[in-house]
């Protein structure tokens, strides 16, 4: 694996083998996105699992992935001739946000690099993704503006308390 400094990675064997495990599972239960009360039910009980953590993880990407391809990703890639139209339309957007909302009620016991802090941090981040101006929506409106403010702060404390608790890795 490459990273964005050019340094060639090595996986570790166990979390290729965990990530691997965590996707079939998120594919099985997860057919049309949606978690259903046992599943959520589940997840709650194994809540100090890696497992549920890699889980969560993997759903939070997820989230972020449709909102890059739904408002970022070239209009040519969604197969539209007419530029006019293209903003989401606002169910798709208070859908997704409610996505996200349950996302982080969900989530797992803090483990390993999955801190409270993380999870907010990754909750701010794509809050501040969807709402932000972006080339599918240029003109967002004032609500999506203030909680993209708002967003963007919390953001900014969270780098900020885990600069200070050392969870913050920086590579040279």
Not at 5 to 19: E, I, S, Y
Not at 59 to 68: A, C, D, K, P, Y
Not at 145 to 169: C, D, F, H, I, P
Request: charged fraction near 25%; include cysteine; proline fraction near 6%.
């Amino acid at each position: 694996m490459i990273c964005n400094t050019g340094r060639t990675v090595k996986p570790n064997a166990d979390f290729a083998k965990l990530f691997s495990q965590a996707q079939d599972t998120l594919e099985s239960q997860e057919a049309n996105d949606t978690v259903t009360d046992d599943v959520a039910r589940q997840e709650r009980d194994m809540n100090s699992s890696t497992k549920a953590t890699a889980l969560h993880h993997v759903r939070i990407r997820r989230l972020q992935s449709e909102i890059q391809d739904r408002l970022y990703c070239p209009i040519y890639h969604l197969g539209a001739d007419d530029v006019s139209d293209q903003t989401p339309p606002i169910e798709w957007f208070t859908a997704i946000t409610q996505r996200l909302v349950t996302w982080r009620r969900q989530a797992p016991a803090p483990i390993g690099f999955c801190s409270d802090t993380w999870f907010d941090l990754n909750y701010h981040i794509t809050l501040t993704l969807l709402n932000r101006p972006s080339p599918r929506n240029p003109k967002p409106t004032k609500e999506s503006l203030r909680v993209t403010r708002q967003a963007s702060s919390a953001v900014m404390r969270s780098y900020k308390e885990m600069l200070k608790t050392g969870r913050v890795n920086w590579s040279e």
